[in-house]
């Protein structure tokens, strides 16, 4: 900012003015030079920000080919669900089961003898209330509730998995019992000792030979193939190795069809993945490097080296035959080939018959060792890590940028300068011809007080 000065006073010139003016012209060339190449530069951030995103959607789908468990997957399915549901982890293997469902396992539940109330004192003692093979034990005090009865069990820290509840029924409140485990060995027990025979209260009452059963502990009974099958629950998975069964009805009368099978269509969906990832950073890499003939004008990393060895080396991968990978060794035998545009086309039916057919060779073609899936990810990972290409070229792009910052900082140093030696120099010569003016006045003056012809008067 101009300092507040009184230039101009003597000479009557406008000399902030002319000193804004030339500070101005002196600044444009060199901004606007700074700020076209600060333009491009940043440009070229962008650019190679927009590869390296596509190069990461890319890798992550070559990163699903590349794992072989993919292609060791298995699919589950069930002729029947409204009986049981089947899932497949890879250890399952190919092949079909007839299933009964005979009976779903169960949780116990009983229920007490009516209360009057929850209110009601149900006598002093003590109970062993028994889950299984677990227990505990409460001590019952005189005057205990009903509703007392409920809160102990509830909160006992030692309570193997019972919960307690209240019923209001027409004939009055019941304590009601219910196992958090299924299967027979699941059995709720209670053992009720009164200590106060006087008080009018039977804590014997709770007892379970006096209470009532809603659901009897049981166990899950199916036939796999004729054989029967028995568990404690009714969701198991080491019954069929691999295959997890969800039983939700029990009917007899049916039987329904287990299958297990390798999981194609997740192969086929990673691979139309890997195709939509490629063709995408494909588009990308060509929109940066393309030039426009009509418009004269190229992307903003047209002709650049790193791109174009980018470029080239995802090519290389794509078009060189994998060795030792069995049956297939390039991308077009299982139907993937590439247009005039460098762009990935799938012939569908030739991937379902190579899956169908060999899905061993499909395998190795993108999972084994120097396949497909692991090439690519070598390649793109050499490009993505810290010190790859990429990550140099952006570096040093940033750096230029910063470079550029200096710059403006040095020119307005400079400019600062060349103010204060123009603010000198027109302040000298305003203070010249203001006193170049004030001789002239003066000489006017004495000229006009002259007598005779030589008056400036006459």
Request: glycine share 8%; charged share 20%.
């Amino acid at each position: 900012m101009a300092a507040i000065t009184s230039a101009g006073v003597g000479s009557g010139l406008d000399i902030e003015g002319l000193i804004t003016k030339l500070i101005t012209a002196e600044r444009k060339p060199t901004t606007d030079r700074l700020d076209k190449k600060e333009a491009t530069l940043q440009a070229d951030v962008s650019a190679f920000g927009s590869v390296k995103g596509a190069l990461s959607a890319f890798q992550t789908s070559i990163q699903s080919l590349k794992d072989a468990s993919l292609f060791k997957a298995q699919t589950a399915t069930s002729s029947n669900p409204e009986l049981f549901t089947v899932s497949a982890n890879s250890s399952a293997v190919s092949g079909s089961f007839s299933i009964v469902v005979d009976q779903l396992a169960q949780a116990a539940k009983l229920r007490s003898g009516d209360f009057t109330s929850e209110t009601e004192a149900v006598g002093a003692g003590s109970l062993t209330i028994g889950l299984g093979a677990g227990s505990f034990n409460l001590t019952v005090g005189a005057g205990t509730t009903l509703a007392g009865i409920r809160d102990s069990i509830n909160q006992a820290t030692d309570n193997p998995g019972i919960k307690a509840t209240l019923v209001k029924v027409d004939s009055g409140s019941q304590l009601v019992l219910t196992s958090s485990k299924e299967g027979a060995a699941n059995t709720i027990t209670i053992a009720a000792t009164d200590s106060d025979a006087l008080d009018g209260k039977d804590l014997t009452k709770l007892a379970t030979a006096n209470l009532t059963p809603i659901h009897a502990a049981q166990d899950a009974i199916i036939h796999v193939d004729g054989q029967q099958v028995t568990r404690n629950s009714n969701s198991f998975s080491d019954a069929i190795t691999g295959v997890t069964v969800s039983l939700l009805k029990a009917d007899p009368s049916i039987t329904g069809t287990l299958s297990t099978a390798l999981d194609k269509s997740s192969v086929t969906a990673k691979v139309n993945d890997f195709i939509k990832a490629y063709n995408s950073l494909a588009k990308t890499m060509s929109g940066l490097s393309s030039y426009d003939a009509a418009t004269k004008k190229g992307g903003p990393l047209f002709g650049d080296a790193t791109l174009r060895g980018v470029q080239n080396q995802i090519r290389q991968v794509l078009s060189t035959t994998v060795q030792g990978a069995g049956s297939f060794s390039t991308l077009a035998e299982i139907g993937i080939t590439t247009d005039k545009t460098g762009t990935l086309q799938l012939n569908s039916s030739k991937l379902d018959s190579a899956i169908s057919t060999n899905f061993e060779g499909v395998a190795k073609l993108f999972s084994s060792e120097t396949g497909v899936a692991a090439r690519f990810d070598n390649t793109v990972q050499s490009y993505l890590s810290f010190d790859g290409a990429l990550s140099s070229r952006i570096s040093g792009v940033n750096k230029d940028i910063t470079g550029i910052t200096a710059q403006r900082s040095k020119l307005e140093d400079r400019l600062i300068t060349l103010e204060a030696r123009f603010r000198k120099q027109f302040t000298a010569m305003d203070t010249l011809v203001g006193q170049l003016q004030s001789t002239g006045t003066f000489l006017t003056q004495q000229l006009d007080n002259l007598p005779g012809p030589i008056s400036s008067k006459n």
